[in-house]
Structures are given as structure tokens and as C-alpha cells.
């Protein structure tokens, strides 16, 4: 299952934000004391006619902080864990609580497939399934830094 495709599930919060982290290591070793593993930060950003989902690295960022209790003296992104994941791809992101279907989904200038399931949104207090966009096989790989746009 490490090479095994990864689907981001986002539920939104009211003000259409939503944010979350993703650690890996390789679960066998203690490899990661010597920075050897993948830590993401994935970010929604909300305006009026833009919705922004980002990946980030979150461990160049943060190599003084306690790992499993240690602390890094250093990070290099491409550590050879990464590396080995260097091939896994988000196969789909799915958001939940949007207001809207949005015009176009896009990655850079690349037009993405999506599809929008209408439903309740996240703001308000009315009662329902969730409204549901699927956006399929992105293009992006789980250790990269990237940007996925919907525009409205």
C-alpha cells in the first residue's frame, strides 16, 4: 500500500476554509530521526470567486520541531523516503460544502475533470447531504508542492 494512490477527502467549514497535514514514514525504522519521511500541509483558501487547495511541505518549514521527540538538526525534502514516493499521485480530491458548481477547475493552466453532486453547503444551518465536488486524477504527486483552482 506505500505506492497506492491517494484520494484527499476536504469537508469545508463555514467560512469555505479547511486545513489538514499528512505524515509519512516508512512505519519499520527510526529512519525518520535522520529526516527521513514526508510531512504536507494541505490548505483551502476561500474568496468570492476563487477557491484555492494547496499542497505544501510542511517539515523544511518546521525542521526544529519534535519529531516523535526528536529534533531535526536538519531537512532535505528529497530525503530518500521521499524520493521513493516520488511516483504516488492524488487520484481524486473531493471537496464537501461547496456553495456552488464551480465554472472551471484548474491546475496551472490545465483544465481538470470534475464532477459536482449538488447538495447542502457549509454555510448556514439547513439539513442534508453535503454539496460534493470529485475532481479526478489531478495530475499531482503526494510529496510535491502544488495548487488546484476552482473558479466561479
Request: charged share 25%; aromatic share 8%; glycine share 8%.
Amino acid at each position: 500500500m506505500k505506492r497506492d494512490p491517494f484520494t484527499l477527502k476536504i469537508a469545508l467549514s463555514q467560512s469555505g476554509s479547511a486545513s489538514g497535514e499528512l505524515y509519512l514514514d516508512d512505519g519499520e525504522s527510526y529512519d525518520h530521526h535522520e529526516g527521513n519521511f514526508v510531512w504536507r500541509e494541505f490548505v483551502v483558501e476561500s474568496t468570492k470567486k476563487l477557491v484555492k487547495i494547496s499542497s505544501k511541505d510542511l517539515a523544511s518549514k518546521n525542521a526544529d520541531r519534535v519529531v516523535d521527540g526528536v529534533e531535526l538538526a536538519a531537512y532535505n525534502k528529497g530525503n530518500p523516503f521521499a524520493n521513493a514516493l516520488s511516483s504516488v499521485r492524488v487520484e481524486r480530491i473531493v471537496v464537501l460544502g461547496l456553495k456552488n458548481k464551480p465554472s472551471k477547475v484548474t491546475l496551472g493552466n490545465t483544465n481538470l475533470e470534475y464532477t459536482f453532486e449538488e447538495g447542502v453547503a457549509a454555510i448556514g444551518k439547513r439539513e442534508g447531504v453535503a454539496s460534493k465536488l470529485t475532481v479526478k486524477d489531478p495530475g499531482v504527486i503526494i510529496t510535491s508542492d502544488w495548487a488546484v483552482v476552482l473558479e466561479f
